[in-house]
Protein backbone atom coordinates (compact mmCIF):
# COMPACT_ATOMS: atom_id res chain seq x y z
CA UNK A 1 0.00 0.00 0.00
CA UNK A 2 1.33 3.20 -1.24
CA UNK A 3 -1.01 5.88 0.17
CA UNK A 4 -4.47 5.61 2.40
CA UNK A 5 -6.81 8.00 2.59
CA UNK A 6 -7.98 8.67 6.28
CA UNK A 7 -9.86 10.24 8.50
CA UNK A 8 -8.39 9.60 11.89
CA UNK A 9 -9.85 12.28 14.65
CA UNK A 10 -7.59 13.39 17.72
CA UNK A 11 -5.73 10.81 20.59
CA UNK A 12 -7.15 8.79 23.53
CA UNK A 13 -6.30 6.24 25.37
CA UNK A 14 -9.02 3.91 24.61
CA UNK A 15 -9.07 3.55 20.93
CA UNK A 16 -10.81 0.17 19.12
CA UNK A 17 -9.92 -0.60 15.85
CA UNK A 18 -12.00 -2.43 13.39
CA UNK A 19 -10.90 -4.03 10.09
CA UNK A 20 -13.59 -4.64 7.19
CA UNK A 21 -13.08 -6.46 3.61
CA UNK A 22 -16.47 -5.91 2.82
CA UNK A 23 -17.32 -1.95 2.45
CA UNK A 24 -21.08 -2.29 3.08
CA UNK A 25 -20.67 -3.62 6.42
CA UNK A 26 -18.34 -1.41 7.42
CA UNK A 27 -20.94 1.43 6.13
CA UNK A 28 -23.25 -0.53 8.13
CA UNK A 29 -21.16 -0.37 11.12
CA UNK A 30 -20.38 3.25 11.48
CA UNK A 31 -24.54 4.10 11.04
CA UNK A 32 -24.23 1.93 14.22
CA UNK A 33 -22.18 3.34 16.13
CA UNK A 34 -23.50 6.69 15.27
CA UNK A 35 -26.65 5.51 16.38
CA UNK A 36 -25.70 4.00 19.81
CA UNK A 37 -23.98 7.73 20.19
CA UNK A 38 -20.35 7.98 18.76
CA UNK A 39 -19.58 11.26 17.45
CA UNK A 40 -18.42 11.95 14.02
CA UNK A 41 -14.72 13.38 16.01
CA UNK A 42 -15.22 9.45 17.66
CA UNK A 43 -15.16 7.64 14.33
CA UNK A 44 -12.10 7.12 12.14
CA UNK A 45 -11.60 5.78 8.54
CA UNK A 46 -9.01 4.64 6.46
CA UNK A 47 -9.43 2.86 3.03
CA UNK A 48 -6.31 2.23 0.46
CA UNK A 49 -6.12 5.27 -2.31
CA UNK A 50 -5.53 4.73 -5.46
CA UNK A 51 -3.85 8.21 -7.07
CA UNK A 52 -6.96 10.32 -8.51
CA UNK A 53 -9.49 8.03 -7.41
CA UNK A 54 -10.43 7.59 -3.85
CA UNK A 55 -13.95 5.30 -4.82
CA UNK A 56 -17.75 5.41 -4.06
CA UNK A 57 -16.90 4.09 -0.21
CA UNK A 58 -15.22 7.22 0.28
CA UNK A 59 -18.00 9.39 -1.71
CA UNK A 60 -20.30 8.07 0.61
CA UNK A 61 -18.34 8.78 3.57
CA UNK A 62 -17.77 12.87 2.57
CA UNK A 63 -21.40 12.95 2.18
CA UNK A 64 -22.08 12.36 6.22
CA UNK A 65 -18.42 13.78 7.65
CA UNK A 66 -17.96 16.36 5.38
CA UNK A 67 -14.47 16.96 2.65
CA UNK A 68 -11.64 16.18 5.49
CA UNK A 69 -9.97 13.71 3.36
CA UNK A 70 -6.36 13.41 2.98
CA UNK A 71 -3.37 10.97 2.32
CA UNK A 72 -0.58 9.69 3.91
CA UNK A 73 2.18 6.75 3.19
CA UNK A 74 1.90 3.73 5.26
CA UNK A 75 4.26 4.19 7.52
CA UNK A 76 3.13 7.34 8.67
CA UNK A 77 -0.77 5.81 9.06
CA UNK A 78 0.44 3.02 11.42
CA UNK A 79 2.41 5.63 13.36
CA UNK A 80 -0.86 7.30 13.30
CA UNK A 81 -2.79 4.36 14.68
CA UNK A 82 -0.08 4.09 17.17
CA UNK A 83 -0.52 7.85 18.39
CA UNK A 84 -4.59 7.11 18.64
CA UNK A 85 -4.06 4.31 21.30
CA UNK A 86 -3.42 1.13 19.49
CA UNK A 87 -0.87 -1.20 20.66
CA UNK A 88 2.66 -1.39 17.89
CA UNK A 89 1.87 -5.00 17.07
CA UNK A 90 -1.91 -4.35 16.68
CA UNK A 91 -1.64 -1.37 14.10
CA UNK A 92 1.08 -3.21 12.01
CA UNK A 93 -1.14 -5.63 11.74
CA UNK A 94 -4.16 -3.18 10.60
CA UNK A 95 -1.68 -1.40 8.59
CA UNK A 96 -0.83 -4.81 6.40
CA UNK A 97 -4.44 -5.78 6.41
CA UNK A 98 -5.34 -2.72 4.71
CA UNK A 99 -2.33 -2.77 2.25
CA UNK A 100 -4.87 -5.66 0.85
CA UNK A 101 -7.68 -3.56 0.58
CA UNK A 102 -10.86 -3.20 2.91
CA UNK A 103 -11.61 -0.82 5.24
CA UNK A 104 -10.12 0.31 8.69
CA UNK A 105 -12.40 1.95 11.24
CA UNK A 106 -10.82 3.38 14.29
CA UNK A 107 -12.92 4.32 17.36
CA UNK A 108 -12.08 6.44 19.82
CA UNK A 109 -14.47 5.41 22.50
CA UNK A 110 -12.80 5.65 25.82
CA UNK A 111 -12.40 3.24 28.75
CA UNK A 112 -16.34 3.40 29.40
CA UNK A 113 -17.45 2.71 25.75
CA UNK A 114 -14.75 0.39 24.60
CA UNK A 115 -16.78 -2.64 24.67
CA UNK A 116 -19.85 -1.20 23.39
CA UNK A 117 -17.86 -0.25 20.27
CA UNK A 118 -16.37 -3.37 20.07
CA UNK A 119 -19.59 -5.29 20.05
CA UNK A 120 -20.47 -3.05 17.46
CA UNK A 121 -17.41 -3.72 15.30
CA UNK A 122 -17.99 -7.54 15.77
CA UNK A 123 -21.37 -8.23 14.62
CA UNK A 124 -21.01 -6.37 11.77
CA UNK A 125 -18.29 -8.55 10.75
CA UNK A 126 -15.02 -6.60 11.70
CA UNK A 127 -11.66 -8.35 12.52
CA UNK A 128 -11.02 -6.45 15.62
CA UNK A 129 -6.89 -8.05 15.40
CA UNK A 130 -7.63 -11.72 17.41
CA UNK A 131 -5.22 -13.09 14.41
CA UNK A 132 -2.81 -9.82 15.21
CA UNK A 133 -0.43 -11.88 17.06
CA UNK A 134 0.20 -15.33 14.55
CA UNK A 135 0.56 -12.83 12.31
CA UNK A 136 3.50 -10.68 13.73
CA UNK A 137 5.00 -14.30 14.93
CA UNK A 138 4.80 -15.04 11.50
CA UNK A 139 6.26 -11.88 10.31
CA UNK A 140 9.18 -11.98 13.19
CA UNK A 141 10.33 -15.61 12.32
CA UNK A 142 10.22 -14.50 8.46
CA UNK A 143 12.38 -11.33 9.17
CA UNK A 144 14.67 -13.49 11.48
CA UNK A 145 15.93 -16.24 8.70
CA UNK A 146 17.74 -14.58 6.36
CA UNK A 147 20.58 -15.65 3.75
CA UNK A 148 20.69 -18.39 1.28
CA UNK A 149 18.77 -21.80 1.76
CA UNK A 150 19.34 -25.05 0.41
CA UNK A 151 16.19 -27.47 0.03
CA UNK A 152 16.87 -30.80 1.40
CA UNK A 153 14.80 -33.83 -1.24
CA UNK A 154 13.65 -36.83 -0.78
CA UNK A 155 12.00 -39.72 -2.88
CA UNK A 156 8.59 -41.01 -1.67
CA UNK A 157 6.69 -43.89 -3.17
CA UNK A 158 3.68 -43.16 -5.38
CA UNK A 159 1.61 -46.39 -6.49
CA UNK A 160 -0.31 -46.30 -9.45
CA UNK A 161 -2.43 -49.36 -10.75
CA UNK A 162 -3.17 -50.45 -14.13
CA UNK A 163 -5.76 -53.42 -15.11
CA UNK A 164 -3.75 -56.32 -16.68
CA UNK A 165 -5.02 -59.38 -18.40
CA UNK A 166 -4.67 -62.25 -15.81
CA UNK A 167 -6.43 -65.54 -18.18
CA UNK A 168 -9.32 -66.90 -19.20
CA UNK A 169 -11.84 -69.35 -17.73
CA UNK A 170 -13.61 -71.61 -20.37
CA UNK A 171 -16.93 -73.41 -19.09
CA UNK A 172 -18.80 -75.91 -21.62
CA UNK A 173 -20.40 -78.97 -21.66
CA UNK A 174 -19.32 -82.53 -21.96
CA UNK A 175 -21.20 -85.73 -22.36
CA UNK A 176 -20.07 -87.91 -19.27
CA UNK A 177 -21.69 -91.79 -19.48
CA UNK A 178 -22.34 -93.37 -16.70
CA UNK A 179 -23.80 -96.98 -15.71
CA UNK A 180 -27.48 -96.53 -13.69
CA UNK A 181 -28.84 -99.74 -11.47
CA UNK A 182 -32.28 -99.30 -11.41
CA UNK A 183 -34.15 -102.00 -9.25
CA UNK A 184 -37.84 -102.48 -10.63
CA UNK A 185 -40.71 -104.25 -9.12
CA UNK A 186 -42.28 -107.12 -11.30
CA UNK A 187 -44.84 -109.47 -10.91
CA UNK A 188 -45.34 -112.97 -12.92
CA UNK A 189 -47.75 -115.39 -12.83
CA UNK A 190 -46.85 -119.12 -11.70
CA UNK A 191 -48.56 -122.55 -12.16
CA UNK A 192 -50.56 -123.43 -9.13
CA UNK A 193 -51.46 -127.64 -9.38
CA UNK A 194 -53.44 -128.46 -6.16
CA UNK A 195 -54.43 -132.30 -6.27
CA UNK A 196 -56.17 -134.16 -3.61
CA UNK A 197 -57.29 -137.99 -3.06
CA UNK A 198 -60.89 -139.32 -4.44
CA UNK A 199 -63.72 -140.07 -2.26
CA UNK A 200 -64.05 -143.34 -4.08
CA UNK A 201 -67.45 -142.38 -5.57
CA UNK A 202 -68.43 -144.05 -9.19
CA UNK A 203 -67.55 -141.71 -11.80
CA UNK A 204 -69.73 -141.88 -14.98
CA UNK A 205 -68.44 -142.50 -18.17
CA UNK A 206 -65.82 -145.08 -18.95
CA UNK A 207 -61.82 -144.31 -18.53
CA UNK A 208 -60.45 -142.42 -21.84
CA UNK A 209 -63.40 -140.49 -22.01
CA UNK A 210 -64.10 -136.54 -21.00
CA UNK A 211 -61.55 -133.93 -20.89
CA UNK A 212 -58.23 -134.80 -21.60
CA UNK A 213 -56.32 -131.46 -21.44
CA UNK A 214 -56.76 -128.38 -19.11
CA UNK A 215 -54.46 -125.05 -20.84
CA UNK A 216 -53.54 -122.62 -18.07
CA UNK A 217 -52.23 -119.35 -19.72
CA UNK A 218 -49.55 -117.42 -17.73
CA UNK A 219 -48.30 -113.88 -17.93
CA UNK A 220 -45.54 -111.85 -16.08
CA UNK A 221 -44.56 -107.82 -15.87
CA UNK A 222 -41.72 -106.94 -18.38
CA UNK A 223 -39.50 -103.97 -18.19
CA UNK A 224 -39.05 -101.47 -20.90
CA UNK A 225 -36.43 -98.81 -20.51
CA UNK A 226 -36.59 -95.28 -22.01
CA UNK A 227 -34.42 -92.13 -21.73
CA UNK A 228 -35.56 -88.46 -21.65
CA UNK A 229 -33.32 -85.58 -21.10
CA UNK A 230 -34.35 -83.35 -17.87
CA UNK A 231 -32.59 -80.41 -15.98
CA UNK A 232 -30.43 -82.00 -13.33
CA UNK A 233 -28.51 -78.10 -12.51
CA UNK A 234 -28.28 -74.51 -13.77
CA UNK A 235 -25.27 -73.31 -13.64
CA UNK A 236 -24.75 -69.06 -13.39
CA UNK A 237 -21.65 -67.62 -14.74
CA UNK A 238 -20.55 -64.24 -13.81
CA UNK A 239 -17.92 -61.89 -12.19
CA UNK A 240 -17.21 -60.19 -8.99
CA UNK A 241 -14.42 -58.06 -7.61
CA UNK A 242 -12.33 -59.21 -4.56
CA UNK A 243 -10.28 -56.54 -2.63
CA UNK A 244 -7.35 -58.08 -1.81
CA UNK A 245 -3.60 -56.16 -0.42
CA UNK A 246 -0.89 -56.13 -2.14
CA UNK A 247 2.55 -55.25 -0.02
CA UNK A 248 4.77 -53.37 -2.81
CA UNK A 249 8.25 -51.98 -1.85
CA UNK A 250 10.91 -50.35 -3.19
CA UNK A 251 14.25 -48.40 -2.30
CA UNK A 252 13.96 -44.44 -1.87
CA UNK A 253 16.58 -42.02 -1.15
CA UNK A 254 16.30 -38.60 0.63
CA UNK A 255 19.09 -35.85 1.53
CA UNK A 256 20.40 -34.88 4.81
CA UNK A 257 22.41 -32.09 5.74
CA UNK A 258 25.78 -32.40 6.30
CA UNK A 259 28.44 -30.05 7.75
CA UNK A 260 32.19 -29.27 7.16
CA UNK A 261 33.65 -26.90 9.06
CA UNK A 262 37.43 -25.01 8.42
CA UNK A 263 39.04 -23.23 10.83
CA UNK A 264 37.99 -21.97 14.68
CA UNK A 265 34.06 -23.32 14.43
CA UNK A 266 32.03 -24.52 17.53
CA UNK A 267 30.71 -27.70 15.74
CA UNK A 268 28.63 -28.63 18.50
CA UNK A 269 26.33 -25.37 18.20
CA UNK A 270 26.11 -26.37 14.30
CA UNK A 271 25.01 -29.86 14.95
CA UNK A 272 22.84 -27.84 17.32
CA UNK A 273 21.22 -25.81 14.37
CA UNK A 274 20.63 -28.57 12.19
CA UNK A 275 18.87 -30.00 14.87
CA UNK A 276 16.53 -27.19 16.11
CA UNK A 277 16.29 -27.10 12.12
CA UNK A 278 14.90 -30.16 11.71
CA UNK A 279 12.49 -30.43 14.59
CA UNK A 280 10.72 -27.20 13.20
CA UNK A 281 10.77 -27.82 9.63
Known amino acids: M ?19 IDESK ?10 AGFSDREIGVATPHQEGKVGK ?12 EHTENASDLEESLRDSGIPEQLASYFNSELGKGGVLIA ?73 QNIEVPTTREELVVERSPG ?18 PLSEERVHVEKKPVVNEEVHVGKREVQDTKRVSDQVRHEELRSETEGDVDKEQIERAKEKTRRTA
Open 26 to 35: AENAIEELRA
Open 107 to 179: VHAGPDRATKATSILQQNGADVGSAAAEWHRTRSSAQRVTGQHIQLLGEILRIHKERVSKGEVRLKKEVVTER
Open 199 to 216: TGREAPGRVGSGEKEIRV
Open 57 to 68: FWDKLTSRFGKH
Open 2 to 20: ANTTTRIPGTTNATIAGFF
